[in-house]
């Protein structure tokens, strides 16, 4: 069995974006030179936040405008006595930072509308994207 680290970096333009980074993946798998195993996606940040699903335009409208239905800015969170972004921390909190999915012949076992999308919540910031591969 082997295992396939690396980090990528991309940096986001907005406060609140869905930025699809399933082509970025999908070459890192390649990359990796492992065909049978385990993919793990994570981001390692505390404000933003990894989905696998449709990299649609409405949809990825439709994920910021709900989850800040949920967690309105300013909502007299505690957190904001010390910082600003308490909003952004629970949207995290609640999504998660990391998928695993599974590869089978060098191919990630995903559904068709299930891209990888970072939900990032407290833009605009150069982010991190680690993905790590174990099998053979
Ligand atoms: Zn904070």
């Keep these: 069995m082997r295992?396939?680290?690396?980090?990528f970096s991309f940096s986001t333009?907005?406060?609140?974006e869905v930025?699809?980074?399933?082509s970025t993946i999908e070459r890192a798998v390649d990359e990796s030179g492992i065909k049978n195993g385990l993919l793990l996606v994570q981001?390692?940040?505390a404000t933003a936040s990894l989905v696998l699903n449709e990299g649609e335009s409405g949809l990825k409208q439709d994920l910021l405008n709900k989850l800040e239905e949920l967690f309105p800015a300013g909502g007299g969170y505690m957190h904001d006595r010390i910082d600003d972004n308490a909003?952004?921390?629970?949207?995290?909190?609640?999504?998660?930072?990391?998928r695993v999915l599974p590869v089978i012949d060098g191919g990630i076992v995903r559904g068709t509308w299930?891209?990888?999308l970072i939900i990032e919540e407290d833009g605009p910031r150069t982010r991190r994207l680690a993905v790590f591969m174990m099998g053979e």
């Design 43 to 45: 981001i390692p940040h």
């Design 3 to 7: 295992t396939w680290y690396k980090e």
């Design 87 to 98: 909003h952004s921390h629970l949207k995290s909190a609640v999504i998660g930072s990391s």
């Design 19 to 22: 930025v699809d980074v399933t």
């Design 13 to 16: 333009r907005k406060q609140k």
């Design 114 to 116: 299930q891209n990888f």
